[in-house]
């Protein structure tokens, strides 16, 4: 499975970014899907999981009420649209697939996109 990340760029505090993956193959519709962001000298960490039918999503406490991801199996593609930006989301944002069909921890994601810079200014 190959997973290829988009969207990312500069952006003013309180404005807006939508992240779109694409990812290769048939079984993309099965796949539990998640965004995570890196931080400079931060560890990675979810912001945002969604499972294989869409039906049900989590996010990160920082980013809830802000941030929505969404899917459409048809064009083997996950978004994640950011509004209300901050500074503090600045990051490499990338997507990743779970087998499973959902999951909300790291260890549980088996392919990963390259990552897109999201830049935040003040």
């Known amino acids: 499975v190959q997973l290829q990340a988009s969207g990312g760029g500069l952006v003013q505090a309180g404005g807006s970014l939508r992240l779109s993956c694409r990812g290769s193959?048939?079984?993309?519709?099965?796949?539990?899907m998640g965004w995570f962001r890196q931080a400079p000298g931060k560890e990675r960490e979810l912001v945002a999981a969604?499972?294989?039918?869409?039906?049900?999503?989590y996010y990160a406490d920082s980013v809830k009420g802000r941030f929505s991801i969404s899917r459409d199996n048809a064009k083997n593609t996950v978004y994640l649209q950011m509004n209300s930006l901050k500074p503090e989301d600045t990051g490499v944002y990338y997507c990743?697939?779970?087998?499973?069909?959902?999951?909300?921890?790291?260890?549980?994601?088996?392919?990963w996109g390259q990552g897109t810079l999201v830049t935040v200014s003040s």
């Open positions: 990743a697939a779970d087998i499973g069909g959902y999951a909300t921890t790291e260890m549980r994601y088996d392919y």
């Open positions: 193959g048939r079984m993309f519709s099965s796949y539990g």
């Open positions: 969604i499972n294989w039918g869409g039906g049900t999503t």
